[in-house]
């Protein structure tokens, strides 16, 4: 039986699980040090713990259990890393480049059962949740390969992203983010994490009660109900009377502005009267949220979506700001490798079977 990664424990659920078998509270802050600040791959290079408080981690858990498969690197410095589980399942996370600073596009699901039907992360449906560990993981993974390249450099922003429905894997993407925001491990400030649900209305409500204070980002792609259910078959369990008020509820309970994505589809979505339909959508909270414009990278399976011309995205764009909508343009990267969220792995598959 694998054992599960070292990476899912929080430090005081790491604190308790030592003094729960007999060992002292400064032990875990040791191996805490270790895991996020020396970033050793073994549990012998941890020098300066007792060796009965070794064994028994390495008896228990492992600190790496995700394998490199594949890695594709752009020409603007975008990453997409396809790493195999150690059940043998593929999963993507990907680096990206900002003026910013450094970030980490993470995946919480193998596959997806959302069902988007211009998405490359749901042509495989979903098999299982991705434990917090194997989440953290694909961070740690990646500051592991920033830190073979000798430039110093350090992941300062995550973006929940990835395949899969995060709120569909609640538990484990909150403890994920308990995990990397800990000051004394990763500390990576909430204000620089960004979680994506397509729109889990109960869930959006719970995300809201649940203090994380970190940023919140809606799936939205249309400002209807019937052209939603076309493109969304979440929005049959989850339509915009039900949406919009756990929104509502979201904006009121932590006061945090949020973001609308809106991927704009070439003659589906793209059109000046969606753009009126989605401003008054979005009505009296325009002082709260942002409408990010996502230009469509194309994915085979899904031949019946275009992008977008240059001239819809930037009307689109124009209509918007007239009124009084706080709009922008997602920064593309990685169009040189395979872009779209899924896209890499499904090849993969493909090619194997």
Not at 13 to 39: D, F, I, M, P
Not at 75 to 98: A, P, Q, Y
Not at 194 to 208: D, N, Q, R
Request: charged share 25%.
């Amino acid at each position: 039986m694998n054992k599960p990664s070292i990476y899912g424990l929080t430090l005081d659920q790491l604190t308790s699980w030592l003094e729960e078998r007999g060992h002292k509270r400064s032990r875990a802050a040791q191996v805490w040090n270790w895991l996020y600040r020396e970033r050793v791959a073994d549990f012998t290079a941890m020098t300066d713990v007792n060796r009965e408080t070794l064994q028994l981690l390495a008896e228990h858990y492992s600190i790496l259990t995700l394998e490199e498969h594949t890695k594709q690197e752009s020409v603007d410095g975008t990453v997409k890393f396809l790493l195999r589980l150690s059940d043998g399942n593929l999963i993507e996370t990907v680096l990206m480049r900002h003026k910013f600073g450094l970030s980490v596009c993470v995946t919480t699901q193998v596959g997806c059962n959302i069902g988007c039907s211009f998405c490359a992360s749901g042509l495989l449906k979903k098999s299982r949740d991705l434990t917090s560990g194997e989440i953290v993981e694909q961070v740690m993974k990646v500051q592991l390969h920033l830190d073979q390249a000798r430039k110093d450099e350090r992941v300062s922003h995550i973006v929940v992203m990835g395949i899969g429905e995060p709120f569909d894997n609640f538990e484990h993407m909150s403890n994920f983010i308990r995990v990397i925001k800990d000051h004394k491990g990763l500390a990576i400030g909430p204000r620089h994490i960004t979680v994506s649900t397509s729109g889990l209305a109960p869930k959006i409500m719970e995300f809201a009660d649940s203090d994380l204070q970190v940023n919140l980002a809606i799936s939205l792609h249309a400002p209807n109900n019937e052209l939603r259910t076309r493109i969304m078959k979440i929005n049959r369990a989850y339509p915009l009377e039900q949406l919009m008020p756990a929104i509502d509820y979201y904006l009121e309970k932590t006061n945090r502005r949020i973001t609308l994505e809106y991927i704009l589809l070439k003659g589906v979505n793209d059109q000046r009267e969606h753009a009126l339909e989605l401003a008054q959508l979005i009505g009296d909270r325009r002082s709260l949220a942002n409408v990010n414009l996502i230009p469509y990278n194309p994915v085979d399976e899904h031949s019946q979506y275009q992008r977008s011309t240059q001239e819809s995205i930037t009307g689109f764009y124009d209509t918007l700001k007239k009124q009084g909508v706080s709009v922008s343009v997602r920064l593309e990267h990685g169009t040189d490798i395979d872009a779209a969220c899924g896209q890499l792995r499904s090849k993969q598959i493909r090619k194997a079977q």
